[in-house]
């Protein structure tokens, strides 16, 4: 990813991620959730995709 992280470590999840970084964000977070399928750490997977949801969201929100 990137250096350019909004807010610190105390910010709300899925708020540090600049509107331009979203899709790479969104990519992240799709092959972290397949990483940690085939781990068999299926509520780490699930915690991926609800923040890549969050972010897609978040896209459609600010980009539009």
Do not use: H
């Amino acid at each position: 990813m990137s250096t350019k992280l909004n807010g610190n470590k105390y910010s709300p999840e899925g708020s540090r991620v600049p509107t331009d970084l979203l899709p790479t964000a969104i990519r992240y977070e799709a092959a972290r959730a397949v990483i940690f399928e085939q781990q068999g750490n299926f509520v780490r997977a699930n915690d991926c995709l609800r923040l890549k949801r969050y972010y897609e969201r978040r896209a459609m929100e600010e980009c539009t």
